[in-house]
T-cell receptor
Framework: DAGITQSPRHKVTETGTPVTLRCHQT?????MYWYRQDPGHGLRLIHY???????DKGEVSDGYSVSRSKTEDFLLTLESATSSQTSVYFC???????????FGPGTRLTVL | QKEVEQNSGPLSVPEGAIASLNCTYS??????FFWYRQYSGKSPELIMS????GDKEDGRFTAQLNKASQYVSLLIRDSQPSDSATYLC????????????FGKGTRLSVIA
């Protein structure tokens, strides 16, 4: 996980509250990704970024927004958390879209 | 049809045996293929990549690709208990213009 950190690592929140997860990299990689991982569903892409202020939707983007104002930071926001968003969230980075993604340590989010 | 399919397992093999993990993909134009290993409670880590038909060896790991059959596999020789993990297959579609698509993973258990 060298060069990529996520905060917080664990969070418990209540339905309806806003939540922001942060991903920070020191590798200066162009691409950054947010995934969620759930039993039976595997890793699913939420949003990704291909540069500062350049983002695109992934497979499961509903209920999530992202922002990237600096190369090193990629934020994931749940505007109004729901119990279905209880999951483990991974951030990943890569220099290209060719697949050499490196993952952060993950954030375990519980929405009560 | 799922884009990337893997048998969820668990696949149990005795220590010292060869473990064979399989993955099929649906998009014929896929160009790049990756194997990630994920230990329980940890983040995925990239262990192998393969781009051309045939075999690619790295230590005890061999990745095999058959684009005609849309099939990629990972062989682990001399399996060790420390190889027990979930192995994720990932495919890069559209010649690298879109992010990776992950399979749900195969859980491998190496029995001492």
């Amino acid at each position: 996980d060298a060069g990529i950190t996520q905060s917080p690592r664990h969070k418990v929140t209540e339905t309806g509250t806003p939540v922001t997860l942060r991903c920070h990299q020191t590798e200066n990689h162009r691409y950054m990704y947010w995934y969620r991982q759930d039993p039976g569903h595997g890793l699913r892409l939420i949003h990704y970024s291909y540069g500062v202020k350049d983002t695109d939707k992934g497979e499961v983007s509903d209920g999530y927004s992202v922002s990237r104002s600096k190369t090193e930071d990629f934020l994931l926001t749940l505007e109004s958390a729901t119990s279905s968003q209880t999951s483990v969230y991974f951030c990943a980075i890569s220099p290209t879209l060719m697949g050499d993604e490196f993952f952060g340590p993950g954030t375990r989010l519980t929405v009560l | 049809q799922k884009e990337v399919e893997q048998n969820s397992g668990p696949l149990s093999v005795p220590e010292g045996a060869i473990a064979s993990l399989n993955c099929t993909y649906s998009d014929r134009v896929s160009q790049s293929f990756f194997w990630y290993r994920q230990y329980s409670g940890k983040s995925p880590e990239l262990i192998m990549s393969i781009y051309s038909n045939g075999d690619k060896e790295d230590g005890r790991f061999t990745a095999q690709l058959n684009k005609a059959s849309q099939y990629v596999s990972l062989l682990i020789r001399d399996s060790q208990p420390s190889d027990s993990a979930t192995y994720l297959c990932a495919v890069n579609r559209n010649s690298g213009n879109t992010p990776l698509v992950f399979g749900k993973g195969t859980r491998l258990s190496v029995i001492a």
